[in-house]
């Protein structure tokens, strides 16, 4: 069954670090999503990308992340300067975002991202 | 997207059903009803899906009330796999649509 690929599977970094955290979403997929989960707390979305540009982003995607589709594969989520509070599991999703279809997100296993 | 509420935990024996409530009385016509399980920190896993009829899929039964104000997920026969946070979620299903998780119900299947 085709799966959504997330590396690093732990990052461990210094504050004020820059971070990059990829995915390689399904092939067919046209829609990718990035979400973070603080430890105990909700699966929170971040953005969604469609057609090499943001479709939507939530108060959190602030001026300090970036989302870049480099090529035709990778996905990529850039935390320019890292804060204490970045500290989480983010994870990468896709969808199909054809005419027909359920439009189900696919999630990848997650990055744990670690903040000293 | 309209709003759900589901119990915050519950149990279930190992090998019995786990039925899974969940309520979104302010649904509207087009928005379907989604489930999707989170297993310790894994990524969220899609289980089913629905609009208004019943569905079934090789993991689970959704069941919505006639006015679809509610609906319950049925995983039929519980194993200690399926220990897992469950969300129902209620969207739009079109293309790009994102997901908003809530809180989501901690089923615990016990032996």
């Known amino acids: 069954e085709p799966e959504v690929t997330q590396t690093p599977s732990h990052q461990v970094t210094q504050m004020g670090q820059e971070v990059i955290l990829r995915c390689v979403p399904i092939?067919?997929?046209?829609?990718f999503y990035w979400y973070r989960q603080i430890l105990g707390q909700k699966v929170e979305f971040l953005v969604s990308f469609y057609n090499n540009e943001i479709s939507e982003k939530s108060e959190i995607f602030d001026d300090q992340f970036s989302v870049e589709r480099p090529d035709g594969s990778n996905f990529t989520l850039k935390i320019r300067s890292t804060k204490l509070e970045d500290s989480a599991m983010y994870f990468c999703?896709?969808?199909?975002?054809?005419?027909?279809?359920?439009?189900?997100?696919?999630f990848g296993a997650g990055s744990r991202l670690t903040v000293l | 997207d309209a709003k759900t509420t589901q119990p915050p935990s519950m149990d279930c024996a190992e090998g019995r059903a786990a039925n899974l409530p969940c309520n979104h009385s302010?649904?509207?016509?087009?928005?379907?009803v989604y489930w999707y399980r989170q297993i310790h920190s894994q990524g969220p896993q899609y289980i089913i899906h629905g609009l208004k009829n019943n569905e079934t899929n090789e993991m689970a039964s959704l069941i919505i009330t006639e006015d679809r104000k509610s609906s319950t997920l049925i995983l039929p026969h519980a194993t200690l796999r399926d220990t897992a946070v469950y969300y129902c979620?209620?969207?739009?299903?079109?293309?790009?649509?994102?997901?908003?998780f809530g809180a989501g119900t901690i089923l615990r299947v016990k032996s």
């Open positions: 092939s067919n997929h046209l829609y």
């Open positions: 999703a896709s969808s199909v975002g054809r005419a027909s279809g359920a439009n189900v997100l696919t």
């Open positions: 302010t649904i509207s016509g087009n928005e379907y």
């Open positions: 979620i209620v969207r739009l299903r079109e293309y790009g649509n994102k997901l908003v």
